[in-house]
């Protein structure tokens, strides 16, 4: 079992940066490939960004891409994104969550956190 935490989210100017922060519990973290996903208000949750569990491996989303940046830690428990030149549309509740295999595809993921807010004003 995997328990998630997000934190870094907050308030920011378009054009601006944010990097958020995903702390994982359980031993077997290492294991886990880890995605980033988010949910704007009247929206279905979509795909950021992925990494596999070794982090050699990452994915993102078009809208995303040359902007955000996902990393992670193995020793550390911790996910990262990254996120520059931020755009009003990228306003949204930000969730980390673990997946056995790498994968864009939500209901791949078996453990998420709680989110963190993200908003960008103009």
């Known amino acids: 079992q995997v328990q998630l935490v997000e934190s870094g989210g907050g308030l920011v100017q378009a054009g601006g940066s944010l990097r958020l922060s995903c702390a994982a519990s359980?031993?077997?973290?290492?294991?886990?490939?880890m995605g980033w996903f988010r949910q704007a208000p009247g929206k279905e949750r979509e795909f950021v960004a992925a990494?596999?569990?070794?982090?050699?491996?990452?994915y993102y989303a078009g809208s995303v891409k040359g902007r955000f940046t996902i990393s992670r830690d193995n020793v550390k428990n911790t996910v990262w994104l990254q996120m520059n030149s931020l755009k009003p549309e990228d306003t949204a509740l930000y969730y980390c969550?673990?997946?056995?295999?790498?994968?864009?595809?939500?209901?791949?993921?078996?453990?998420w956190g709680q989110g963190t807010q993200v908003t960008v004003s103009s």
């Open positions: 969550a673990a997946a056995r295999g790498f994968t864009t595809t939500r209901f791949l993921y078996d453990y």
């Open positions: 359980g031993r077997t973290f290492s294991s886990y490939a």
């Open positions: 990494i596999s569990w070794g982090g050699g491996d990452t």
